[in-house]
């Protein structure tokens, strides 16, 4: 009969010491979780007054009856929903064809091009050049200025190459090749069904980066109508500012109405905030087996 192995005071005081650091860490990160969605459903003006740090204060859904009766937030969240189904199917369909390739040992050049793709990790054309080749493509004010620029990150073509290189056995792909299957048939049929860790991870990866992008947006789109949720929540955010800053020098029933707008602009900031972040929160634990899975390559090697 196994007996297990006997804990010193020193590693009980070890494990409780870290027990007690995994709980404040997890407060720590509870919070503002906690006061978003709690400033989300109170009266703004307790928000304001800071009378609301963790409970629900004057319980009302006005932030989410003005969210959902928007126009333009819905037509944000619309884009974003495209511009993420899009780009994160443009960025796994460059990312894993480029990665399997740099796992080949028979691909000739694969170090040059391992070398010329990490160039770009460190250096770049900065954000002038990359306007004007966008615009010389004739991408601006298109989704396309969205998805394309951020096809592949190199990162990610590396971490994905290291999942081939230790995960598909090399001895499946030559009995592949012995039958006769073709590179791509090799990568479609065989290798993509066994790296669905790495998949996930990808997808989560740039789903999560597709969703949250604004800047890309800010620079390269004119039209309102194209307007991704994250950057319609940016324009709610200075209107706020500006009102804020501009009934300081305006007379009392003026800033008052100001004030109040900026209120109400405060209340469906936090309702947005969370309408914007569920789809991730739900989408995440479908992929957390994958994800663990797939953020420990190269961790053990046999």
């Keep these: 009969m196994l007996t297990g192995v006997k804990e010193t005071g020193r590693d009980k005081a070890f494990l409780a010491f870290n027990y007690l650091y995994v709980l404040l860490a997890f407060l720590v990160v509870l919070y503002p979780v906690a006061y978003i969605v709690s400033a989300s459903?109170?009266?703004?003006?307790?928000?304001?007054?800071?009378?609301?740090?963790?409970?629900?204060?004057g319980f009302t859904f006005d932030g989410y009856e003005r969210v959902f009766r928007n126009r333009n937030i819905?037509?944000?969240?619309g884009n974003t929903v495209l511009y993420t189904v899009v780009g994160t199917a443009i960025n796994l369909a460059v990312t894993l064809p480029a990665a399997y390739a740099l796992s080949r040992k028979d691909f000739v050049g694969r170090q040059f091009f391992t070398g010329m793709f990490m160039v770009t990790m460190f250096f770049g054309?900065?954000?002038?050049?990359?306007?004007?080749?966008?615009?010389?493509?004739g991408m601006v004010d298109t989704m396309?200025?969205?998805?394309?620029?951020?096809?592949?990150?190199?990162?990610?073509?590396?971490?994905s190459r290291t999942f081939f290189q230790s995960s598909i056995p090399r001895e499946l792909?030559?009995?592949?090749?012995?039958?006769?299957a073709s590179n791509w048939r090799l990568f479609l049929t065989?290798?993509?069904?066994?790296?669905?860790?790495?998949?996930?991870?990808?997808?989560l990866f740039y789903g999560v980066g597709n969703w949250n992008g604004y800047f890309s947006a800010l620079i390269y789109l004119n039209d309102n109508a194209k307007y991704p949720l994250q950057l319609v929540l940016r324009q709610i955010l200075v209107l706020q500012e500006m009102s804020a800053q501009g009934g300081a020098a305006l007379d009392a029933s003026t800033a008052s109405a100001l004030n109040s707008k900026a209120e109400i602009a405060a209340l469906v900031r936090y309702a947005v905030i969370i309408v914007a972040t569920v789809p991730v929160i739900l989408v995440y634990p479908f992929l957390q087996r994958y994800f663990v899975q797939g953020v420990m390559i190269g961790s053990i090697k046999g």
């Design 41 to 57: 459903v109170s009266d703004p003006k307790l928000v304001a007054s800071g009378d609301m740090w963790l409970w629900p204060r």
């Design 74 to 77: 819905w037509i944000g969240y």
């Design 125 to 137: 054309g900065g954000l002038v050049p990359t306007y004007l080749l966008v615009k010389g493509l």
């Design 144 to 159: 396309w200025a969205i998805v394309v620029p951020s096809a592949a990150s190199i990162w990610n073509i590396i971490v």
């Design 173 to 180: 792909q030559e009995a592949a090749q012995i039958d006769g």
């Design 190 to 203: 065989i290798v993509l069904p066994l790296s669905m860790p790495i998949i996930a991870v990808m997808a």
